[in-house]
């Protein structure tokens, strides 16, 4: 069996865009007939340059040759152009094409992807969600009003009601004010009060009956980071995510020692050599890889393996499209230190679209496919019909520094 054909999609997300403003995909064909579909989560390069390096990859090591070799592959990568260092650019597109390639695999076995990596530990998933406004943009700065469920208590609240109804019981919010491209920064005391009372207020709404996970973007000191957690301390979230950048895991372990609230971090790393340095100084004790930047199935499988070693939990990231879902779906459920899986509103709205089968959820928990391969298929029409024109980067910070 050999790969002889690399096709890359980049597809509009349309309002109120939950998980970005596009998705990049990638199938790949084989000499039988079979095909893989992978998704890059890479926010470095805008989209289309991103796709253009995905195929540039995929000639470069992959075409002409057997899917299987998956461990071949990584090394190869990872070493391209005389590096052998973390590249996060580089590794999103090679996660892209390296899940891609166990889709193939699984398909080709008749089996879904975690029965070949060791079974099934997990009959279904726990599963937590964003707090997403009814109507309009999913990011904050775009409100109409001023007024939502990011910066409003009341709203939060009501809306983490209404998701706890209807079957989660663990939701996510990041109240904790702006992050900058200078961070870290010292929180403004206006940004610590509105972090209190927002987890305050959803706290007393949902009672016990749901965890609170409270989301930051790297953007404090260490200092700073502990100041806001003594304020979120009395209402017991189950973590405080990436309270300082991701460059230092010496400074978040820091944080680790003051807090009594578990760390949680992971998105923008990527291999297991950039999560070993945050293991070995025992900076988190919840690491959240997102398997379209991390490595793809197989090197996450060995950050999730290291973890383990050192009761480590892990919650797959996935602020991005269904195929980085699903594959977090088929790791996840090999997991003996499986946390909690992010998904993005049951996986419904235009997530549900872009697969001809959606992901199923139930009572809070992701269900996972008993089909071969990742368990899902993407619906090439809808790629085709939402295709993305713009430039812009899939995330941006602020590009000037944070004023008090």
């Known amino acids: 069996m050999k790969v002889t054909d690399v096709k890359t999609w980049v597809v509009g997300n349309p309002p109120p865009g939950i998980g970005g403003k596009y998705f990049i995909f990638v199938k790949l064909t084989t000499d039988g007939g079979v095909v893989g579909y992978g998704e890059a989560y890479n926010a470095t390069f805008s989209a289309h340059v991103t796709a253009r390096m995905i195929e540039d990859m995929a000639e470069r090591y992959l075409v002409g040759r057997d899917p299987h070799d998956v461990e071949n592959l990584f090394r190869r990568v990872y070493s391209s152009g005389f590096t052998q260092r973390p590249d996060v650019s580089g590794m999103g597109c090679f996660s892209a094409l390296e899940m891609a390639c166990w889709d193939i695999v699984g398909k080709e076995a008749n089996k879904p992807v975690y029965k070949l990596l ?3 530990v997990h009959e279904t998933l726990r599963s ?3 707090l997403y406004p009814h109507t309009g943009s999913v ?5 109409p009003s001023g007024r939502n469920v990011y910066n409003d208590p009341e709203m939060a609240a009501a809306c983490a009601l209404e998701y706890v109804e209807q079957g989660f019981n663990a939701v996510k919010l990041d109240p904790a004010g702006p992050y900058t491209a200078y961070d870290g920064h010292q929180p403004r005391l206006i940004d ?3 972090s209190a009372r927002m987890i305050r207020a959803i706290r007393e709404a949902v009672g016990t009956r749901a965890d ?3 989301g930051t973007h790297g953007q404090f ?3 700073g980071a502990l100041r806001l957690a003594r304020a979120i301390e009395p209402y017991d979230p189950l973590w405080f995510e990436e309270p300082v950048p991701p460059d230092m895991p010496e400074v978040m372990a820091q944080v680790a020692r003051g807090t009594s609230i578990p760390i949680a971090t992971g998105e923008r790393l990527t291999t297991k050599f950039e999560f070993a340095r945050v293991i070995e100084n025992r900076a988190a004790t919840i690491l959240q890889p997102d398997l379209g930047r991390s490595g793809g199935i197989l090197e996450t499988k060995k950050i999730a393996a290291m973890a383990e070693a050192y009761h480590i939990q ?5 602020y991005c499209g269904p195929i980085v879902g699903a594959a977090n779906i088929q790791l996840a459920v090999t997991l003996p230190n499986f946390l909690i899986l992010e998904s993005l509103k049951q996986w419904d709205g235009f997530h549900a679209t872009l697969l001809k089968k959606k992901i199923e959820w139930q009572d809070g928990n992701v269900i996972p496919s008993k089909e071969p391969g990742l368990g899902v298929e993407l619906n090439e029409e809808v790629c085709d019909a939402y295709p993305y024109s713009g430039n812009d980067l899939h995330l941006q910070m602020m590009q000037m520094p944070l004023m008090p």
């Open 128 to 130: 937590y969600t964003y």
């Open 118 to 120: 060791g079974g099934q």
């Open 314 to 318: 892990v919650a797959p990231h996935c």
């Open 212 to 214: 609170i996970l409270f």
């Open 192 to 194: 610590i009060d509105l």
């Open 221 to 223: 000191t260490a200092s």
């Open 139 to 143: 990011h904050s700065e775009d409100a």
